[in-house]
């Protein structure tokens, strides 16, 4: 029996152990050869002895969850967190559809998920048979489909024709696999390194002012991304989800202004980015992994540079900046009870050295005006490849697997939309996760869109989602532990071990807070 990859017959590639000699098995090795180590399981009889031989290599991490969407976006935060492949493995049928989001997300990230999808035999395919739709490329550019030629850049998509599940096909139990060390192979030549490291030297070599924008940012580059930073002496914008945010002089939004920007790691959710792509006299240069500029009108874009090779003595005006929290911290210390206000005591209250995880949209925001400045070493992750709000609280929780205090901060649309990622909770136990709700009746974010301030309030309540709930049945049906945050104080004496904390801040302050922001 083979499996199908892409358009072509050419699974199994790299194993066909013959002590395991049937496809799923295979599947499975093959995995392993590309690099993954844990597997994320959505059930079906489609995809059964595909589990069934996981769980019979009695080495391999796996977690479980009936629903795809969720375990997807699960796997995006387990491939965050390990820096290698993750494998997630659904049944046929639309479960396949369900992964589209997180493949999407994958996609803009470059994260390199596996996504192992169980099939009908090839003859039903085209004939309305039931579970069977037709896979072949059904993620389109968002997936490579030959593994063979996968540079880990993005999602691979495996589909596997089964038959009708039969135990005779079952592989015996507790048999070792080795888990090999992984290395991305995603990289560029010496000679591309080299050219892109030219075109950014000549950026800088300039008597224009030049600004620097950071978004977010992979661990392994922030060492010397910031040593270049330092010795530049740019003047810098950077996010919250760069991690260099409370260790530099960062610009506020509205004090960006140069000739020259250049943008670093992932595209800024900040409006002067927005507004670039009707001022093209700025001239703007991307180093971003995925290789998109990030805006429609002419840029450069590279997709990586050696920073050790870049010549600091001609480059031009820098400025010095001021510090980014003072007037900030005067406006909250008059609206103790704003939504910015309880942004500021939560990053006061994070132990040092935890996930931060900041949902889309307004937490990423107001994290960026309001937290502290202090540097608590803190990793920063969020969802800013296709910025959607759903899977957030499912990638969150894969990423907290590997840290002692994990932080998810999440607006309540956004928690919404993601209701049933708690399944995971008990298949990660002994994690210090605090689930943090921002529930401000609705999407509150819309409230900042100076297109829609002349619209109606019947339009700005339906494009917001306005709603009177609340979440604390939502920790209770899940056994969580729940807090009810309407005050600073209400921090104190915070209980170990997973808790849902739903924010309500006082609406009249939060508005306050905005408008002596804004002026």
């Known amino acids: 029996m083979k499996a199908t990859v892409g358009q072509r017959y050419i699974w199994p590639k790299f194993v066909n152990n013959t002590q ?17 180590a844990e597997f994320i399981i959505s059930s079906g009889a489609r995809n059964a002895e595909i589990i069934h031989s996981i769980l019979s290599f009695e080495n391999l991490k796996y977690y479980s969850h009936p629903d795809e969407r969720s375990a997807a976006f699960f796997t995006l935060g387990r491939s965050l967190a390990t820096q290698r492949p993750v494998v997630m493995i659904t049944t046929s049928g639309t479960a396949v559809a369900e992964l589209l989001p997180a493949c999407i997300e994958a996609y803009y990230q470059s994260i390199p998920i596996i996504f192992v999808t169980a099939d009908r035999p090839d003859e039903f395919r085209y004939t309305g048979s039931p579970q069977t739709i037709n896979q072949l490329n059904i993620f389109g550019m968002y997936a490579h489909t030959e593994p063979e030629d996968w540079k880990y850049d993005k999602p691979l998509h495996i589909n596997v024709p089964i038959g009708e599940p039969s135990t005779n096909s079952f592989v015996p139990s507790d048999v070792r696999v080795t888990v090999r060390d992984f290395k991305s192979s995603a990289h560029i030549s010496d000679s591309t390194l080299t050219s892109n490291t030219k075109k950014l030297q000549s950026f800088l070599e300039t008597k224009e002012e030049i600004n620097v924008m950071i978004g977010t940012l992979e661990a392994k580059l922030r ?39 250049i943008r670093i790691g992932g595209v800024p959710s900040c409006g002067y980015w927005r507004d670039l792509e009707k001022n093209n006299d700025v001239k703007v240069f991307s180093i971003a992994k995925n290789g998109l500029p990030g805006i429609s009108r002419n840029s450069d874009v590279v997709t990586d540079v050696n920073w050790s090779q870049i010549d600091y003595s001609n480059v031009g005006n820098p400025k010095k900046c001021h510090d980014p929290n003072k007037v900030v911290n005067n406006i909250i210390s008059n609206l103790p009870l704003s939504e910015a206000a309880l942004i500021n005591k939560i990053s006061k209250v994070i132990p040092d050295e935890s996930l931060v995880f900041l949902g889309n949209s307004m937490p990423i925001r107001e994290w960026q005006i309001a937290a502290t400045m202090e540097d608590k070493k803190c990793d920063f992750f969020s969802n800013r490849g296709a910025n959607g709000i ?3 609280v499912s990638t969150f929780l894969g990423l907290s697997i590997n840290y002692k205090n994990a932080w998810g901060i999440f607006g309540d649309l956004t928690t919404l939309c993601d209701l049933n990622s708690l399944w995971f909770v008990d298949q990660i136990k002994n994690q210090n996760i605090k689930i943090i709700v921002i ?23 339906t494009i917001k989602n306005t709603h009177n709930l609340n979440f604390k049945m939502w920790a209770a049906m899940w056994g969580i532990n729940y807090l009810r945050v309407e005050n600073p104080n209400d921090f104190n004496d915070l209980i170990r071990g997973p808790l849902i904390i739903e924010l309500f801040p006082e609406k009249e302050q939060s508005i306050q807070f905005w408008n002596s922001y804004n002026n």
Not at 224 to 245: C, H, I, N, Q
Request: charged share 25%.
């Open 439 to 461: 529930n401000n009746a609705g999407g509150e974010i819309f409230d900042h869109v100076k297109s829609l301030r002349p619209a109606s309030d019947l339009v700005k309540n």
């Open 20 to 36: 395991h000699n049937n496809i799923a098995s295979n599947t499975i090795l093959n995995c392993l050869e590309l690099g993954a």
């Open 223 to 261: 060492e010397p991304v910031f040593d270049f930073l330092a010795k530049t002496k740019l003047p810098v914008y950077a996010e919250s989800t760069s991690g260099l945010r409370e260790k530099l002089c960062t610009l506020n939004n509205n004090e960006i202004s140069a000739d020259r920007i």
């Open 390 to 392: 759903d899977g957030n």
